[in-house]
């Protein structure tokens, strides 16, 4: 259960061993937090995972197993550090490795690895049950289950069977991610994004979608995503929409001069659970006896390409192998 990219690689490596699987998808899309909001007029903001920066060789083969005209493209730009929002000089060794973003959304490649799975929309999966050696899922048996979910949420659904793993329910930090459109092109710089290193300044993140990768913005327009540092992400949590994309555009403002300051496109993205801080030890993933297999970021750092290893290690560990 859980169709962001972890569940759909559990799903996948299920079925190319001819396992058939059925995901059960508490929202009413594919990727969980590889969101991407489209919005008019053509603007594209990344409000979840903003790039995709394949370490291992299994994953930079998945994004090349892609039609060419479907890959990600290469992220040009720098990401630079600031400080009280002064652009400090971006370090050309923390630059080097590859980054890569898709054109439309990267939420693209979890609609990629969706395809030919079957998956049940708007199903969320309160508890499990158990029927002799069979898992209960929303009513329906099954031999063996994945909780592709952030593990905060996989401890809860554990629990309802009556399962104990050494999951800690305060192992993720909050985000507020907000998105930011401006009739106007966003400033040609070396950088596509901004990053506090030390998370004390309100604006943790702040990518130039636009800037990014091609394709983010009609000619004229400016997309932006800025992510508050896990401080402001909390201390902000209770304010509404208006006044968070308010407080986040004056620092836009200070920034960019004029007009920045005010957005004529912006909605608000909150994460209760966005990346873990604390890796869950690995003999949390299937416990002895057990045909439930946890999968999702919370074994590794909160990346699409750990999340996605997960899934496709907890689904080889239910098939019996390593
Ligand atoms: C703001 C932000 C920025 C990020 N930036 C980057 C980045 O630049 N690069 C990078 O690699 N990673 C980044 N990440 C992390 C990356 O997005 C995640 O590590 C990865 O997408 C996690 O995938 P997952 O499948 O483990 O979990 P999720 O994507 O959370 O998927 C879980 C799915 O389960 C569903 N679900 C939850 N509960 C239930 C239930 N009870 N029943 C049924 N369905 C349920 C959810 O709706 C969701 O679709 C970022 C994350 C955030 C939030």
């Not at 009513?139 to 909780?147: K, N, R, S």
């Not at 999951?167 to 106007?184: F, K, T």
């Not at 208006?242 to 005010?262: K, P």
Request: net charge neutral; aromatic share 8%; with cysteine.
């Amino acid at each position: 259960m859980g169709a962001g990219v972890s569940g759909l690689a559990a799903a996948r490596e299920l079925a190319e061993a001819g396992v058939g699987a059925v995901l059960f998808e508490a929202s009413g899309q594919v990727g969980g937090r590889l969101l991407s909001w489209r919005a008019e007029p053509g603007l594209v903001f990344d409000v979840g995972a903003t790039l995709l920066a394949p370490v291992g060789e299994g994953f930079a083969a998945l994004l090349e197993s892609l039609p060419a005209d479907e890959r990600p493209e290469r992220i040009r730009r720098w990401i630079a550090p600031h400080q009280g929002l002064r652009a400090l000089p971006a370090d050309p060794a923390r630059n080097a490795a590859p980054r890569f973003a898709f054109r439309d959304g990267n939420q693209r490649l979890a609609e990629r690895l969706a395809d030919g799975l079957e998956l049940r929309f708007g199903a969320p999966v309160e508890w499990l049950d158990k029927a002799g050696r069979e898992i209960l899922v929303r009513g329906e048996p099954f031999d063996a289950c994945v909780l592709a979910v952030p593990g905060p949420i996989a401890a809860d659904l554990l629990a309802t069977l009556g399962e104990r793993r050494p999951l800690r329910r305060d192992s993720y930090r909050s985000c507020l991610s907000v998105a930011l459109g401006y009739p106007m092109d966003a400033p040609d710089l070396p950088w596509f994004a901004l990053l506090d290193p030390d998370q004390t300044h309100p604006l943790g993140w702040l990518s130039l979608e636009s800037r990014k990768v091609s394709g983010r913005a009609p000619s004229g327009w400016a997309a932006l995503v800025a992510q508050l540092s896990a401080r402001a992400s909390s201390d902000w949590w209770g304010l509404d929409d208006d006044t968070v994309v308010q407080r986040t555009s004056v620092f836009v403002g200070r920034l960019f001069g004029r007009g920045w300051d005010s957005p004529s496109v912006a909605r608000v993205f909150r994460w209760t659970h966005s990346q873990p801080e604390l890796a869950a030890p690995t003999e949390a993933i299937l416990g002895p006896e057990s045909r439930v297999a946890l999968a999702g970021d919370a074994f590794g750092k909160g990346r699409v390409e750990y999340a996605w290893e997960a899934g496709r290690r907890a689904a080889r560990l239910l098939l019996g192998g390593g």
